[in-house]
């Protein structure tokens, strides 16, 4: 039983299924993607409740709080419940406008843009672009 009281952050990650595999929960401890205090953690670092770890996944940064350990990899909905996500909201809609912009689409065969529709479309991209600073 004393056994079972350690983890390991790497399975804790791969357990909770923010990573796919144990082996990139690993890599991500190794690259200095997971932080504890500020700090860079390695693999081997044993997990308690109530830790607080930052965890970088490509352009996605989460802020995690270990609720309850969990020693095996379940389902997801069961593994939602052992952590707090406590990101800050303006960090996880930070990164969205920049791929749900609206697309401007030309219709097939129209040709190349005349130059007032070129004016047209710069001032509908500055008025989007615009509300987004707005928001700020």
């Known amino acids: 039983m004393a056994e079972q009281e350690k983890l390991r952050i790497d399975k804790y990650l791969w357990a909770i299924r923010l990573f796919k595999t144990r082996t990139l929960a690993t890599e991500a401890c190794?690259?200095?993607?997971?932080k504890f205090n500020g700090q860079n953690v390695k693999?081997?670092?044993?997990v308690k409740p109530g830790d607080i770890?930052?965890?970088?996944?490509?352009?996605?940064?989460?802020?995690?709080e270990v609720v309850e350990?969990?020693?095996?990899?379940v389902e997801s909905k069961i593994a939602v419940t052992k952590y707090k996500d406590i990101?800050?909201?303006?960090?996880?809609?930070?990164?969205?406008?920049?791929f749900h912009s609206p697309v401007l689409i030309r219709d097939r065969g129209a040709g190349r843009?005349?130059?007032r529709d070129r004016r047209e479309i710069d001032d509908l991209k500055g008025n989007l672009?615009?509300?987004?600073?707005k928001d700020e």
Do not use: C, W
Not at 129 to 133: A, L, P, Q, T, V
């Open 113 to 115: 843009p005349t130059k």
């Open 69 to 73: 350990l969990l020693y095996t990899r």
């Open 43 to 46: 693999a081997s670092v044993v």
């Open 53 to 64: 770890y930052q965890v970088s996944k490509g352009i996605e940064k989460k802020i995690i």
């Open 129 to 133: 672009f615009d509300e987004d600073k």
């Open 87 to 98: 990101t800050p909201l303006e960090e996880t809609q930070g990164y969205k406008s920049m």
């Open 30 to 34: 190794k690259a200095g993607r997971v």
